[in-house]
C-alpha cells in the first residue's frame, strides 16, 4: 500500500509545473541604456537566474545606443559560456541595438528584433574634436572592430558583409532589411509572438555544453526579470547628455551659493548634482583636459560673482565652459573609444549648446542686476548708513557680509574681532563699498 501511495505521488509530481527536469520556464530580462559594467554585472545576474532554473531560454529585450567596448565584449563572452540559450530582442518599437548593442545581438543565439527597429551603426568614436566635429576612429581601430564583429558572424553562420559594413559604413538596418539580409532570425511584435515563430528554430551558435540546440517554447511559462535599483540609476546617470547636466547644473549650485551667502540650500544641491554627474561621465568616460575647463569656466564664474568685472570674466567662463563642453567626451575617456552611434554625440552637443545659453542668459542678467544694485548703493548716503544695526550672513572675521536695510553689504569688524552669523552689528563708518561695524550695543 505504501509503494503505491509513493508511486502515485511520483507520478502526480510529473505534471505540477516547476518540478519537471526543467526547460519549461523562458526568462525575460531588460537591458537599455548605455553599456557599461553595470550592465555586463546585471547581464551576469540575468543569465546566473535562468541557468539555476534550468530554463529553455533568456531573452533579452534590448534598446542602446552603444557604450563601452571592454563591457560589450564582456557580455558577448557571457552569452557563449552560457548554458542557456540567449535570445537578443530589439524591443519596444522604436527600439535600436546600435554599436555595442549590435556586437552583442551578433554574438548571441539568436536574434530578433521588433518592427519600427534598426541595428548596426558601429563605427568607433573618438568623441568630440576641437572644433566641435565628431572625431573618428583612426582605420588601424576600425579594422580591429570590424575584424572582431566580422568574426562574431561568421562563428553563427550570419551575414559577413553586412557585419563589416556596420563599421566601416557606419551601415543601420530595419527588421525587414535584417531578416533579409542573413543579420537576424525573427521579426516579433511581442513576446508571445517571438515564443510561436522562434519555437524548433536551432541555436545559430553553439549552447555551453550542450552544443547546437533546437528550441522548444511549446507549453512554456514566461517570466520577467526585474532589473536592480543600482543598474537604473547606473544607467541614467551614464547618459552622457544626463551627466553633462547634472555636472553644469550642480557647478551653477555652486556659484548661486556664492551669491546668496546664508542660505545654504544652493550649494548643498549643487554639490549632490555635481557628485552625481561626475560619477556619470566616470561610467561614460571623459576627457580630463574637457573636465578641467568647463571647472576652469565656473570658476571665472564664481570670479565674475565675488568681484565683478562687469562682463570680463563671465566672457572668459563662457568660453572655456563651452569649449571644455565640447572636448570633455573627446577621446573615449582614457585614450579608448566609443562604440555609440553618432547622434548620441548630436544629443550632447545640443545640450552643451543649451546649458552655454542658459548660463550666457544668467550670468547676463544676474551680473546686470549686481551692477543696478552697486549703482544704487552709494545713492543711500553715508550719514543715512552710520548708526544703523544690520545682521550677519556670513561670519566676520574680520571681513564677512552682513544684512541692512534688506541689502547685502560687505562688512569689516572695527576691530578686527570675529562676529559669528546671526549677531547684530552697528555700521559707524562707510569706506566705499564697504561697511566698517561693530558689535551692537558697542565694541567687542
Not at 536551432?202 to 535599483?229: C, H, Q, W
Not at 544626463?242 to 544652493?266: E, I, K, R
Not at 552689528?425 to 566698517?436: F, N, R, S
Request: hydrophobic share 50%.
Amino acid at each position: 500500500m505504501k509503494r503505491a501511495v509513493l508511486v502515485m505521488l511520483f507520478v502526480l509530481m510529473l505534471f505540477i509545473p516547476g518540478v519537471s527536469a526543467g526547460g519549461n520556464v523562458v526568462y525575460v530580462g531588460t537591458i537599455e541604456g548605455t553599456i557599461t559594467q553595470y550592465t555586463a554585472d546585471q547581464f551576469a545576474s540575468y543569465i546566473k537566474t535562468a541557468e539555476e532554473n534550468n530554463a529553455e531560454a533568456l531573452i533579452i529585450e534590448l534598446n542602446t545606443p552603444g557604450g563601452q567596448g571592454d563591457a560589450m565584449m564582456r557580455i558577448v563572452s557571457m552569452i557563449q559560456d552560457s548554458t542557456v540559450p540567449v535570445i537578443i530582442y530589439v524591443y519596444p518599437r522604436g527600439a535600436i541595438a546600435a554599436s555595442a548593442g549590435t556586437y552583442i545581438a551578433m554574438g548571441s543565439h539568436l536574434i530578433a528584433m521588433a518592427p519600427g527597429t534598426s541595428i548596426g551603426a558601429c563605427e568607433p568614436i573618438l568623441g568630440y574634436a576641437p572644433n566641435g566635429t565628431i572625431a573618428r576612429a583612426p582605420e588601424k581601430i576600425r579594422n580591429f572592430y570590424a575584424a572582431y564583429l566580422r568574426s562574431l558572424a561568421e562563428g553563427s553562420g550570419r551575414n559577413v558583409t553586412a557585419a563589416e559594413k556596420f563599421v566601416t559604413e557606419d551601415l543601420s538596418l530595419t527588421p525587414e532589411e535584417a531578416l533579409k539580409a542573413n543579420v537576424i532570425e525573427v521579426i516579433a511584435n511581442d513576446v508571445p509572438d517571438l515564443l510561436r515563430k522562434a519555437n524548433g528554430m536551432r541555436t545559430k551558435i553553439p549552447v555551453a555544453g550542450k552544443g547546437y540546440v533546437t528550441l522548444n517554447f511549446t507549453d512554456v511559462e514566461v517570466r520577467e526579470l526585474s532589473p536592480s535599483l543600482s543598474y537604473r540609476i547606473v544607467t541614467f546617470l551614464a547618459n552622457p547628455a544626463v551627466s553633462y547636466l547634472l555636472f553644469t547644473v550642480g557647478m551653477l549650485g555652486l556659484v548661486f551659493g556664492f551669491l546668496t551667502p546664508g542660505w545654504h540650500v544652493p550649494e548643498t544641491l549643487g554639490a549632490i548634482l555635481l557628485v552625481l554627474g561626475v560619477i556619470g561621465m566616470g561610467y561614460f568616460g571623459y576627457n580630463e583636459a574637457g573636465l578641467v575647463l568647463v571647472i576652469l569656466g565656473m570658476v571665472f564664474f564664481i570670479a565674475e560673482a565675488l568681484t565683478p568685472t562687469f562682463g570680463l570674466f563671465t566672457l572668459a567662463g563662457l568660453v572655456s565652459f563651452v569649449l571644455g563642453g565640447l572636448i570633455l567626451f573627446g577621446k573615449g575617456g582614457s585614450g579608448g573609444v566609443y562604440l555609440v552611434e553618432s547622434s548620441t554625440f548630436e544629443t550632447l552637443r545640443i545640450a552643451i549648446i543649451v546649458m552655454g545659453v542658459l548660463l550666457a542668459l544668467f550670468f547676463l542678467f544676474g551680473m546686470a542686476a549686481v551692477v543696478r544694485a552697486h549703482r544704487r548703493k552709494p545713492e543711500t548716503g553715508r550719514e543715512e548708513l552710520i548708526g544703523e544695526i544690520g545682521t550677519v550672513v556670513e561670519g566676520l572675521s574680520p571681513e564677512g557680509l552682513i544684512k541692512v536695510r534688506g541689502e547685502l553689504w560687505k562688512a569689516v569688524s572695527k576691530d578686527g574681532s570675529t562676529v559669528k552669523v546671526g549677531e547684530k552689528v552697528k555700521v559707524v563708518d562707510v569706506k566705499g563699498l564697504t561697511l566698517i561695524v561693530e558689535k551692537a550695543g558697542g565694541g567687542s
